[in-house]
């Protein structure tokens, strides 16, 4: 694990040890369709799937990490979102081992599917 300061924090480029990755999924909320409750639903999904990946993350970093302002470094997965032309779009950011990647994919998108219902747009 690489530590570098930019923007006034430590960011961290992946060791190929440890084969940590920043991915995010894009969700599609349809104009009409009240995006509050989707985000809420999807809040929850999201961490119960990437709970563990960020666990061993986060203590992986923190073995690697002893410089000012490593305590601060969290693994936790975001949320963002923006308006668009047609509704919202959600975009969800987490921390994966590579090789759980595909299969976080899915699941976030599975539940995408089951919170939006039929009316769902789910970019790739």
Do not use: C
């Not at 709970?51 to 993350?57: F, V």
Request: hydrophobic share 40%.
């Amino acid at each position: 694990l690489t530590e570098l300061h930019a923007v006034g924090g430590p960011y961290f480029t992946l060791s190929p040890s440890g084969q940590w990755l920043v991915d995010g999924v894009r969700i599609s909320v349809p104009m009409g369709k009240d995006p509050y409750p989707v985000i809420a639903a999807l809040q929850k999904h999201i961490e119960e799937a990437t709970a563990e990946s960020a666990k061993l993350a986060e203590k992986e970093w923190s073995h690697a990490s002893r410089g000012p302002g490593s305590s601060a470094v969290t693994a936790a997965p975001t949320i963002n979102i923006k308006p668009v032309m047609d509704g919202v779009e959600v975009i969800l950011r987490y921390i994966t081992h590579a090789a759980d990647r595909p299969a976080v994919r899915a699941t976030l998108y599975r539940a995408a599917v089951e919170v939006l219902g039929p009316s769902v747009s789910v970019p790739g």
